[in-house]
């Protein structure tokens, strides 16, 4: 009958919707804040700390709150990534910052840094928030965050958005592996 011919096209419809769905998300390349503390992202080390502005207020996602430094420059915070990731975009959210940089190194500790970006901000008023975005293109585990100057004695970082792709644990996995010494056969040497 007709009315079953078109209940089996909608049938077929909303299947094939649902395939199309599905291998869209497959190949989805929305891009993730790597640096929210839900991604397993820490600040590994600060050069000041303020017990009423902890450093983890820089990756809780909420802009109200706030690690601020201590007096004197150079400052800075180091983030170490949930995983090793593919970075193309760097969002911060600050008040009296002059001039900051972002270097970034991939592999299991922080030891070779590589520069990201250097940025000089104008002068907005003070407490007022300075956000910046940086397209940038790295494959970074670690962010360092280092304030060369600002516009009043005391700096704030309010937030840090890191979009990119995570390469995931098996990326750092092989970046391990990768820095362990090996033979000529190429297999590693074992402790």
Excluded: Y
């Excluded at 009423?52 to 983030?79: A, R, Y």
């Excluded at 979009?163 to 190429?186: C, F, V, W």
């Amino acid at each position: 009958t007709k009315i079953d011919s078109l209940g089996d096209r909608g049938l077929l419809g909303v299947t094939l919707f649902f395939w199309a769905c599905f291998f869209c998300s497959l190949f989805s390349t929305t891009m993730t804040d790597l640096a929210h503390m839900e991604t397993g992202t820490e600040v590994h080390s600060t050069s000041s700390l303020d017990i009423e502005h902890q450093p983890d207020n820089i990756i809780d996602g909420d802009q109200s709150t706030f690690w601020t430094s201590t007096g004197l420059f150079p400052q800075e915070f180091v983030l170490k990534l949930g995983a090793s990731a593919s970075i193309t975009k760097i969002k911060t959210s600050t008040t009296n910052v002059r001039h900051f940089v972002v270097e970034s190194c991939d592999g299991p500790s922080p030891v070779t840094w590589v520069p990201v970006f250097d940025l000089e901000l104008g002068n907005t008023g003070t407490g007022q928030l300075q956000v910046e975005v940086n397209k940038v293109k790295c494959l970074a585990t670690w962010l360092k965050f280092k304030v060369l100057s600002g516009w009043s004695d005391f700096v704030t970082f309010h937030q840090v958005v890191v979009d990119g792709k995570s390469l995931g644990d098996h990326a750092s996995a092989a970046l391990s592996e990768k820095s362990q010494p090996t033979t000529k056969n190429g297999r590693p040497i074992s402790a």
